[in-house]
């Protein structure tokens, strides 16, 4: 398995896309359910097939994502070969940016000594997908991109 099985409740909302995915395989629900009963190995493995093509088809159609602690955020733009990030630190103790409250504090005070913001990139060298998956196995949620363009710009017109 290349990435994670899906969980319970991901499989639940997939319900329509696993049974397209058996039909593709020829197996009907009566052979699925005969297959869970006398082959559960087999079934673990349709299942993980079936999860890494979902992992596969986010993946590749994921362009940012960020990660939110209490006193870091990290947000990055993924690109094919390489990956930009924006990390923000609060030098403020008791500053919570997982909070509405921490995030208002953020916007107040950005461009004070009490925000350090640091700038990065990477090369890919290994698979994309996969790295970034490791991404999101450290906590990062997949995102529109929309905090990560906002900071950028800004920092952009305070060169």
């Avoid at 319900?15 to 009907?28: G, H, P, R, V």
């Amino acid at each position: 398995m290349k990435y994670e099985r899906l969980t319970k409740e991901q499989f639940e909302e997939l319900n329509q896309e696993f049974i397209n995915f058996l039909a593709a395989q020829t197996i009907t629900k009566e052979e699925w359910d005969k297959i869970k009963v006398e082959k559960p190995k087999v079934a673990e493995q349709e299942l993980d097939v079936f999860s890494d093509l979902i992992w596969e088809g986010v993946l590749n159609n994921s362009q940012f994502l960020e990660h939110f602690s209490k006193e870091y955020i990290f947000l990055f733009k993924c690109e094919l070969n390489k990956v930009f990030s924006i990390v923000i630190h609060s030098l403020t103790k008791n500053i919570d940016f997982t909070t509405q409250q921490g995030l208002v504090w953020l916007s107040d005070h950005i461009f004070t000594d009490e925000v350090e913001i640091q700038l990065g990139t990477k090369t890919i060298t290994d698979e994309r997908n996969t790295f970034l998956f490791d991404i999101i196995k450290q906590g990062a949620i997949i995102s529109d991109g929309y905090i990560y363009n906002q900071i950028d710009s800004i920092l952009d017109k305070s060169k």
